[in-house]
């Protein structure tokens, strides 16, 4: 089989598929689709890999081990599509249902403008200068004369106030 006799290839074949085939109906509980793929998986491997053993027992464990990691790849390249699948699907869900509302979004936007038009000018100033201006805190905090760490922690209670604010707003939708 090593040097590409396909005679030996048919030897070997006759006399460990069946077996084989046993063997991972039994690893996979019975599974036929799954055994089937892994059989022929761990075929190729065989083909690929052979080597010269010094008995049948060996020779069979090298099998096993072959057959069982060509399921075990099958089932994480199984997990693995499902998992991008749940993904998509949720990805998909989002965007639809962002499309859906272009109304709620448009009631949030002018929530928030109300909000903001009602914040005291110092702190509308700064939220205006962070996120619609896209300054950075080190631009802002040379432009005040103070320090990143004070403008940050002024930031995170200006969004906490905020944040307060429009759940309020919102409780009584």
Do not use: C
């Not at 892994?38 to 099998?63: E, M, N």
């Not at 619609?132 to 005040?144: C, G, K, M």
Request: avoid cysteine.
């Amino acid at each position: 089989m090593k040097e590409g006799d396909e005679m030996a290839y048919r030897t070997f074949y006759d006399a460990y598929y069946p077996r084989l085939r046993r063997y991972l109906l039994v690893v996979t509980s019975g599974n036929e689709e799954a055994s089937k793929e892994a059989l022929q998986s761990a075929l190729v491997r065989v083909v690929r890999y052979i080597k010269v053993f010094p008995d049948d027992t060996a020779f069979w464990g090298w099998l096993t081990v072959l057959a069982r990691s060509a399921l075990s790849d099958q089932s994480r390249g199984r997990r693995r599509y499902l998992a991008f699948l749940d993904r998509f699907t949720k990805h998909a869900q989002v965007e639809q249902s962002l499309a859906d509302e272009p109304a709620t979004d448009a009631k949030l936007l002018a929530l928030l403008d109300t909000k903001l038009a009602a914040m005291p000018p110092e702190e509308r100033e700064l939220v205006e200068s962070k996120y619609l201006d896209r300054r950075s805190v080190r631009e802002i905090a040379e432009e005040l004369g103070t320090s990143e760490k004070a403008i940050e922690s002024r930031l995170v209670r200006i969004r906490r106030k905020l944040k307060s604010a429009l759940l309020e707003s919102l409780k009584h939708e």
